[in-house]
Protein backbone atom coordinates (compact mmCIF):
# COMPACT_ATOMS: atom_id res chain seq x y z
CA UNK A 1 0.00 0.00 0.00
CA UNK A 2 1.48 3.35 -1.05
CA UNK A 3 1.92 5.90 1.68
CA UNK A 4 0.17 9.26 1.80
CA UNK A 5 4.20 10.87 0.20
CA UNK A 6 3.43 8.25 -2.28
CA UNK A 7 -0.10 8.21 -3.17
CA UNK A 8 0.22 12.36 -3.73
CA UNK A 9 3.25 12.60 -5.96
CA UNK A 10 2.03 14.03 -9.04
CA UNK A 11 -1.36 14.89 -8.37
CA UNK A 12 -3.68 17.67 -9.01
CA UNK A 13 -5.64 19.24 -6.62
CA UNK A 14 -8.30 21.65 -6.46
CA UNK A 15 -9.22 23.29 -3.35
CA UNK A 16 -12.32 25.41 -2.61
CA UNK A 17 -11.93 28.26 0.08
CA UNK A 18 -8.35 27.98 -0.70
CA UNK A 19 -7.53 30.89 1.10
CA UNK A 20 -9.82 30.31 4.17
CA UNK A 21 -8.05 29.09 7.84
CA UNK A 22 -8.90 25.06 7.19
CA UNK A 23 -8.22 25.67 3.51
CA UNK A 24 -5.16 27.63 3.77
CA UNK A 25 -3.99 24.59 6.02
CA UNK A 26 -4.72 22.13 3.50
CA UNK A 27 -2.50 23.95 0.52
CA UNK A 28 0.57 24.64 2.64
CA UNK A 29 0.86 20.78 3.67
CA UNK A 30 0.55 19.67 -0.08
CA UNK A 31 2.65 21.72 -1.40
CA UNK A 32 5.44 19.77 1.23
CA UNK A 33 4.58 17.20 -1.21
CA UNK A 34 5.56 16.05 -4.67
CA UNK A 35 2.08 17.38 -6.08
CA UNK A 36 2.17 18.55 -9.55
CA UNK A 37 -0.52 21.69 -9.04
CA UNK A 38 -2.95 22.59 -6.48
CA UNK A 39 -5.47 25.23 -7.67
CA UNK A 40 -6.75 27.79 -5.34
CA UNK A 41 -10.64 28.57 -5.71
CA UNK A 42 -11.80 31.22 -3.73
CA UNK A 43 -13.99 34.42 -3.77
CA UNK A 44 -11.83 36.78 -2.00
CA UNK A 45 -9.25 38.01 -3.98
CA UNK A 46 -7.73 40.24 -1.79
CA UNK A 47 -6.72 37.14 0.22
CA UNK A 48 -5.21 35.28 -2.71
CA UNK A 49 -3.36 38.21 -3.71
CA UNK A 50 -1.75 37.70 -0.68
CA UNK A 51 -1.34 34.21 -0.65
CA UNK A 52 0.64 35.02 -3.80
CA UNK A 53 3.20 37.03 -1.96
CA UNK A 54 3.65 34.65 1.04
CA UNK A 55 4.33 31.77 -0.89
CA UNK A 56 6.15 31.79 -4.00
CA UNK A 57 5.39 28.07 -5.51
CA UNK A 58 4.99 27.61 -9.41
CA UNK A 59 3.09 24.86 -8.55
CA UNK A 60 0.24 27.16 -6.89
CA UNK A 61 -2.87 28.06 -9.18
CA UNK A 62 -5.12 30.45 -8.44
CA UNK A 63 -8.98 31.40 -9.17
CA UNK A 64 -11.54 33.75 -8.53
CA UNK A 65 -14.83 32.71 -8.47
CA UNK A 66 -17.95 31.55 -5.81
CA UNK A 67 -19.15 28.08 -5.56
CA UNK A 68 -22.73 29.79 -5.76
CA UNK A 69 -22.03 30.78 -9.22
CA UNK A 70 -22.03 27.23 -11.16
CA UNK A 71 -20.09 29.02 -14.44
CA UNK A 72 -17.69 30.65 -12.05
CA UNK A 73 -16.54 27.47 -11.02
CA UNK A 74 -16.75 25.57 -14.27
CA UNK A 75 -14.17 27.92 -15.36
CA UNK A 76 -11.70 26.00 -13.01
CA UNK A 77 -12.69 22.30 -14.18
CA UNK A 78 -12.71 23.34 -17.70
CA UNK A 79 -8.96 24.10 -17.47
CA UNK A 80 -7.37 21.53 -15.29
CA UNK A 81 -7.82 17.93 -14.78
CA UNK A 82 -8.04 16.88 -10.92
CA UNK A 83 -7.17 13.88 -8.79
CA UNK A 84 -8.74 15.29 -6.08
CA UNK A 85 -10.85 17.60 -4.99
CA UNK A 86 -11.01 19.47 -1.26
CA UNK A 87 -14.11 21.32 -0.50
CA UNK A 88 -13.90 23.39 2.35
CA UNK A 89 -15.66 26.86 1.08
CA UNK A 90 -18.77 27.28 3.25
CA UNK A 91 -20.48 29.77 5.68
CA UNK A 92 -19.35 28.35 8.95
CA UNK A 93 -20.75 31.02 11.57
CA UNK A 94 -23.20 29.88 13.43
CA UNK A 95 -24.94 33.55 14.48
CA UNK A 96 -24.33 34.69 10.99
CA UNK A 97 -26.57 31.67 9.25
CA UNK A 98 -28.73 31.98 11.28
CA UNK A 99 -29.35 35.69 10.46
CA UNK A 100 -29.19 34.72 6.99
CA UNK A 101 -30.14 31.33 6.43
CA UNK A 102 -30.83 31.74 2.26
CA UNK A 103 -27.17 32.95 2.27
CA UNK A 104 -26.60 29.70 4.09
CA UNK A 105 -28.57 27.54 1.71
CA UNK A 106 -27.11 29.05 -1.25
CA UNK A 107 -23.55 28.48 -0.25
CA UNK A 108 -23.33 25.30 2.16
CA UNK A 109 -25.98 23.07 0.48
CA UNK A 110 -26.74 24.72 -3.39
CA UNK A 111 -22.51 25.58 -3.38
CA UNK A 112 -21.55 21.87 -2.46
CA UNK A 113 -24.00 20.67 -5.28
CA UNK A 114 -22.21 22.36 -7.59
CA UNK A 115 -19.01 21.38 -6.58
CA UNK A 116 -20.18 17.72 -6.56
CA UNK A 117 -21.97 17.69 -10.33
CA UNK A 118 -18.85 18.93 -11.77
CA UNK A 119 -16.68 16.82 -9.77
CA UNK A 120 -18.56 13.99 -11.59
CA UNK A 121 -19.30 15.55 -14.90
CA UNK A 122 -15.20 15.77 -14.84
CA UNK A 123 -14.51 12.48 -13.28
CA UNK A 124 -12.68 13.70 -10.54
CA UNK A 125 -11.93 10.38 -9.12
CA UNK A 126 -11.85 11.58 -4.80
CA UNK A 127 -13.63 14.58 -3.33
CA UNK A 128 -13.22 15.38 0.24
CA UNK A 129 -15.39 17.46 2.00
CA UNK A 130 -14.54 19.22 5.32
CA UNK A 131 -17.82 19.38 7.60
CA UNK A 132 -18.45 19.88 11.10
CA UNK A 133 -19.67 18.17 14.42
CA UNK A 134 -22.31 20.64 14.25
CA UNK A 135 -24.11 18.52 11.23
CA UNK A 136 -24.89 15.72 14.02
CA UNK A 137 -28.37 16.27 15.33
CA UNK A 138 -28.62 19.77 14.14
CA UNK A 139 -30.29 22.26 16.17
CA UNK A 140 -28.85 25.37 13.77
CA UNK A 141 -29.20 26.50 10.41
CA UNK A 142 -25.34 25.86 9.89
CA UNK A 143 -25.24 22.72 11.29
CA UNK A 144 -28.44 21.60 9.36
CA UNK A 145 -27.01 22.28 6.06
CA UNK A 146 -23.83 20.34 6.62
CA UNK A 147 -25.81 18.24 7.57
CA UNK A 148 -27.46 17.93 3.82
CA UNK A 149 -24.29 18.95 2.70
CA UNK A 150 -22.67 15.89 4.31
CA UNK A 151 -26.19 13.77 2.47
CA UNK A 152 -25.11 15.46 -1.25
CA UNK A 153 -21.15 14.21 -0.98
CA UNK A 154 -22.37 10.64 0.55
CA UNK A 155 -25.18 10.07 -2.50
CA UNK A 156 -22.43 11.26 -4.78
CA UNK A 157 -20.13 8.40 -3.30
CA UNK A 158 -17.36 11.15 -2.20
CA UNK A 159 -16.07 11.35 1.52
CA UNK A 160 -16.91 13.45 3.85
CA UNK A 161 -14.46 14.46 7.47
CA UNK A 162 -16.37 16.10 10.88
CA UNK A 163 -13.93 18.34 12.41
CA UNK A 164 -14.88 20.06 15.87
CA UNK A 165 -13.14 23.73 16.66
CA UNK A 166 -10.26 23.74 14.82
CA UNK A 167 -7.93 25.55 17.38
CA UNK A 168 -6.55 29.04 16.70
CA UNK A 169 -8.63 28.74 13.30
CA UNK A 170 -9.85 32.20 12.13
CA UNK A 171 -13.09 33.06 14.63
CA UNK A 172 -12.59 29.82 16.20
CA UNK A 173 -12.95 30.51 19.90
CA UNK A 174 -9.45 31.31 21.22
CA UNK A 175 -8.99 34.50 18.85
CA UNK A 176 -11.93 35.85 19.39
CA UNK A 177 -12.00 36.36 22.88
CA UNK A 178 -8.53 36.77 23.36
CA UNK A 179 -9.37 39.89 21.00
CA UNK A 180 -11.98 40.80 23.12
CA UNK A 181 -10.30 40.68 25.89
CA UNK A 182 -6.99 43.17 24.31
CA UNK A 183 -9.70 45.54 23.36
CA UNK A 184 -12.56 45.82 25.90
CA UNK A 185 -11.02 44.24 28.84
CA UNK A 186 -13.90 41.37 29.07
CA UNK A 187 -14.64 37.81 27.86
CA UNK A 188 -17.75 37.18 27.03
CA UNK A 189 -19.01 33.66 27.02
CA UNK A 190 -22.47 32.15 26.52
CA UNK A 191 -22.36 29.21 29.50
CA UNK A 192 -19.42 28.51 31.47
CA UNK A 193 -20.64 24.52 31.38
CA UNK A 194 -20.45 24.55 27.50
CA UNK A 195 -18.06 21.36 26.16
CA UNK A 196 -16.72 21.32 22.65
CA UNK A 197 -14.03 19.20 20.38
CA UNK A 198 -10.90 20.80 19.59
CA UNK A 199 -8.13 19.75 17.07
CA UNK A 200 -4.95 21.40 16.57
CA UNK A 201 -4.92 22.77 13.10
CA UNK A 202 -1.17 21.03 12.64
CA UNK A 203 -3.45 17.53 13.09
CA UNK A 204 -5.86 18.91 10.95
CA UNK A 205 -3.52 18.93 7.87
CA UNK A 206 -2.14 15.65 8.46
CA UNK A 207 -5.55 14.20 9.11
CA UNK A 208 -7.01 15.42 5.86
CA UNK A 209 -4.34 14.17 3.78
CA UNK A 210 -4.38 10.78 5.39
CA UNK A 211 -8.46 10.83 4.79
CA UNK A 212 -7.71 11.40 0.68
CA UNK A 213 -5.17 8.71 1.04
CA UNK A 214 -7.85 6.23 2.40
CA UNK A 215 -11.45 7.58 0.93
CA UNK A 216 -13.38 4.74 -0.92
CA UNK A 217 -16.23 6.86 -1.17
CA UNK A 218 -19.53 6.78 0.37
CA UNK A 219 -18.22 7.15 4.17
CA UNK A 220 -17.62 9.92 6.74
CA UNK A 221 -14.09 10.11 8.41
CA UNK A 222 -14.52 11.45 12.20
CA UNK A 223 -11.42 11.83 14.11
CA UNK A 224 -10.57 10.77 17.39
CA UNK A 225 -11.00 14.50 19.27
CA UNK A 226 -10.45 15.82 23.57
CA UNK A 227 -12.63 18.42 24.02
CA UNK A 228 -12.62 21.61 26.05
CA UNK A 229 -14.11 23.11 29.05
CA UNK A 230 -14.97 26.34 28.04
CA UNK A 231 -14.71 27.68 31.97
CA UNK A 232 -11.12 25.83 31.41
CA UNK A 233 -10.09 28.19 28.56
CA UNK A 234 -12.15 31.50 30.08
CA UNK A 235 -9.50 30.69 33.53
CA UNK A 236 -6.29 29.95 31.46
CA UNK A 237 -7.22 33.24 29.54
CA UNK A 238 -7.75 35.41 32.59
CA UNK A 239 -4.80 33.93 34.47
CA UNK A 240 -2.19 33.25 31.73
CA UNK A 241 -3.34 35.60 28.54
CA UNK A 242 -4.05 38.45 30.49
CA UNK A 243 -0.60 39.10 31.54
CA UNK A 244 0.88 38.34 28.01
CA UNK A 245 -1.52 41.04 27.13
CA UNK A 246 -0.19 43.68 29.39
CA UNK A 247 -3.50 43.74 31.59
CA UNK A 248 -3.96 42.47 35.49
CA UNK A 249 -6.38 39.38 35.80
CA UNK A 250 -8.38 41.65 38.14
CA UNK A 251 -9.18 44.12 35.07
CA UNK A 252 -10.78 41.19 33.19
CA UNK A 253 -14.32 40.96 33.36
CA UNK A 254 -15.90 37.62 32.51
CA UNK A 255 -19.50 38.58 31.30
CA UNK A 256 -21.94 35.40 30.89
CA UNK A 257 -24.93 35.91 28.11
CA UNK A 258 -26.93 33.06 28.13
CA UNK A 259 -26.82 30.36 25.23
CA UNK A 260 -27.41 31.56 21.84
CA UNK A 261 -30.14 30.36 19.91
CA UNK A 262 -29.29 27.38 18.18
CA UNK A 263 -26.30 27.11 20.48
CA UNK A 264 -25.98 23.60 22.09
CA UNK A 265 -23.67 22.67 25.57
CA UNK A 266 -21.99 19.97 24.17
CA UNK A 267 -21.59 18.56 20.81
CA UNK A 268 -21.95 15.20 19.53
CA UNK A 269 -19.63 13.77 17.03
CA UNK A 270 -21.04 10.85 16.28
CA UNK A 271 -25.23 10.16 15.98
CA UNK A 272 -26.50 7.18 17.77
CA UNK A 273 -28.08 6.01 14.76
CA UNK A 274 -24.60 6.26 13.07
CA UNK A 275 -23.13 3.34 15.50
CA UNK A 276 -24.58 0.30 13.67
CA UNK A 277 -22.53 1.64 10.55
CA UNK A 278 -19.11 1.99 11.87
CA UNK A 279 -15.96 0.25 10.85
CA UNK A 280 -12.81 0.30 11.91
CA UNK A 281 -10.37 1.54 9.42
CA UNK A 282 -7.42 3.90 11.12
CA UNK A 283 -6.62 4.08 14.58
CA UNK A 284 -7.17 8.04 14.68
CA UNK A 285 -10.36 8.21 12.97
CA UNK A 286 -14.05 6.44 13.44
CA UNK A 287 -15.16 5.85 10.04
CA UNK A 288 -19.17 5.56 9.20
CA UNK A 289 -20.07 3.73 6.35
CA UNK A 290 -23.85 4.55 6.06
CA UNK A 291 -24.66 1.44 3.48
CA UNK A 292 -22.95 -1.51 5.43
CA UNK A 293 -24.95 -2.22 9.12
CA UNK A 294 -22.87 -4.03 10.62
CA UNK A 295 -20.70 -2.19 12.80
CA UNK A 296 -16.95 -3.98 14.49
CA UNK A 297 -17.04 -0.96 17.01
CA UNK A 298 -17.70 -1.78 20.09
CA UNK A 299 -20.08 0.49 22.28
CA UNK A 300 -18.21 0.98 25.25
CA UNK A 301 -15.14 2.64 23.01
CA UNK A 302 -17.00 5.08 21.45
CA UNK A 303 -17.38 8.95 22.68
CA UNK A 304 -20.25 10.05 21.08
CA UNK A 305 -20.65 13.80 22.89
CA UNK A 306 -18.21 16.38 24.03
CA UNK A 307 -19.37 16.20 27.43
CA UNK A 308 -18.22 12.77 27.51
CA UNK A 309 -14.80 13.04 25.74
CA UNK A 310 -11.36 13.35 27.36
CA UNK A 311 -10.69 16.95 28.11
CA UNK A 312 -8.05 18.71 26.99
CA UNK A 313 -5.44 19.86 30.50
CA UNK A 314 -4.81 23.00 31.33
CA UNK A 315 -0.89 23.02 30.61
CA UNK A 316 -2.15 22.46 26.46
CA UNK A 317 -4.91 25.13 27.04
CA UNK A 318 -2.41 27.67 27.75
CA UNK A 319 0.37 25.95 25.08
CA UNK A 320 -3.15 27.06 22.39
CA UNK A 321 -3.35 30.41 24.06
CA UNK A 322 0.60 31.55 23.76
CA UNK A 323 0.42 29.64 19.95
CA UNK A 324 -2.66 31.99 19.14
CA UNK A 325 -0.61 34.96 20.88
CA UNK A 326 2.96 34.56 19.74
CA UNK A 327 0.87 34.21 15.73
CA UNK A 328 -1.07 37.72 16.89
CA UNK A 329 2.18 39.46 18.02
CA UNK A 330 3.67 38.41 14.41
CA UNK A 331 1.01 40.35 12.67
CA UNK A 332 1.25 43.07 15.45
CA UNK A 333 -1.93 42.57 16.43
CA UNK A 334 -0.74 42.37 20.35
Known amino acids: MKSVEDFFSGKRILVTGGTGSIGGIIVKELLKLDVDEVCIFSRDEI ?148 TRFIIRASDVAKLLLKVARYAEGGEIFVPRMKAFRLSDLVEVLVEYGASRLGLSPEEIKVDVTGLAWGEKLHESIIDELEVPCLCSLLDDFYVIKPKIRTSVVQGKHLVLSSEHAEFVSKAELIDLVKECLDTLSFFNVV
Request: with cysteine.
Open 47 to 194: RQFRMRKTINDKRLKFVVGDIRDVRSLERAFEDNVFDIVYHTAAMKHVVICEENPIEAVKTNIIGTQNVIDLAKRYKVPKLINVSTDKAVRPYNVMGATKFICERIVLNANYTSVRLGNVANSRGSVIPVLIEEMLKKKRISVTDLNV
